[in-house]
């Protein structure tokens, strides 16, 4: 965890550190917030509980995340979580991840709405009959599904994969075809890094596929230096016009150890304001949009799914022991 995370800050401490972002903090939000940080520390003590939060995550709930992560980190840390429960600061399929590879322990997710426009994308039922079909033609056929899924989708899978390994994770199967569900951007960018054929799903993230080369050259056209980071979920347009295409985990790494100064960042915001609070002497545009799934987590909502020990994710046992096949295909041929 980083340094400038945690501790408890006092009202003042916190809003200086918050409104070192252009999202509008006032000092009055900053108090409320410093008392509900206060209740929610508490309140893990009580419950035995950590809390673990996506990067797309509102700053101020990093304040009272134990890890912040990518999906892949995240399902690591998931795995390894001791505690009796685990507050998941995320949408559904990642609290459902958690769920699936560490079924001893509570996992809560704060707001049952936090949902994903790609995991929705899918089901389970649609996939086995798309597999069926497929076989006919390519008997070598496997299916790979990104980790932004429902537990009856990975399911199906011979593996799941996340942006940051999608393709290792093809790259390792012992086949000539994949089907690769259900983000068809990322399929498009993974078929561009291999020799495979790479059939794919429609489906994509919506706050992603919103984004267009005018965001981008917009701020390339009067900085051309800066270094433009973009997620792989972006459309192929967007992808051309690249430094370099990685997942959020692997901007901030890239960000922290790159001679460059300046930086765009092409994916959701939260990202680009951890980046702004953890970098502050470099400088980074944002070409971003808002996940409005992400964003339904809200300390409040925290606290109060702590206290009212609420919204608890259960699983079909089959299906989960089925999904937990596919991660643990990941998180082995990633290690
Ligand atoms: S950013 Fe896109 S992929 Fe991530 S949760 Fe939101 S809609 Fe889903």
Redesign the pocket.
């Known amino acids: 965890m980083h340094p400038i995370y945690g501790g408890e800050k006092t009202p003042q401490e916190l809003y200086d550190h918050l409104s070192q972002l252009d999202s509008g903090y006032t000092p009055e939000a900053c108090a409320e917030y410093a008392e509900w940080i206060h209740d929610i520390k508490r309140l893990k003590q009580e419950h035995d509980a950590v809390i673990l939060a996506h990067n797309?995550q509102r700053p101020e709930i990093f304040e009272v995340a134990d890890f912040i992560g990518d999906s892949l980190e995240l399902a690591r840390q998931a795995k390894k979580v001791e505690s009796d429960q685990v507050v998941f600061c995320?949408?559904h399929?990642m609290a459902e991840t958690a769920k699936i590879v560490n079924p001893e322990r509570t996992i809560l997710l704060p707001d049952l709405k936090a949902?994903?426009?790609?995991?929705e994308s899918i089901t389970g039922e649609a996939l086995a009959e798309r597999k069926h079909e497929l076989r006919r033609a390519y008997p070598d056929l496997q299916t790979i599904c990104y980790v932004?899924t429902t537990a009856d989708v990975k399911a199906e899978c011979d593996a799941c994969c996340t942006s940051s390994n999608a393709v290792q994770i093809v790259e390792s199967l012992d086949t000539e075809h994949v089907l690769f569900v259900p983000?068809e951007n990322l399929a498009r960018y993974v078929q561009t890094q291999t020799t495979k054929t790479i059939l794919s799903w429609e489906g994509n993230?919506?706050?992603?596929h919103q984004i267009t080369p005018e965001h981008i050259l917009s701020v390339r056209d009067n900085l051309p230096h800066v270094k433009v980071l973009v997620h792989p979920?972006c459309r192929e347009d967007v992808i051309q016009l690249a430094d370099a295409v990685l997942s959020t985990s692997a901007m901030v790494r890239y960000a922290k150890d790159s001679p460059a100064d300046e930086f765009l960042i092409v994916t959701?915001c939260g990202l680009s304001d951890r980046l702004l609070l953890e970098i502050p002497e470099k400088k980074f545009y944002k070409s971003c949009q808002l996940?409005h799934?992400?964003k339904m987590i809200t300390l409040d909502g925290v606290r109060d799914s702590l206290r009212a020990q609420r919204y608890e994710i259960t699983l079909d046992e089959d299906i989960r022991v089925a999904a937990e096949r596919a991660i643990d295909r990941m998180l082995e041929l990633s290690a």
């Open positions: 797309y995320g949408v399929f949902g994903c426009s790609l995991a932004n983000d993230c919506y706050v992603h979920e959701e996940c799934y992400m």
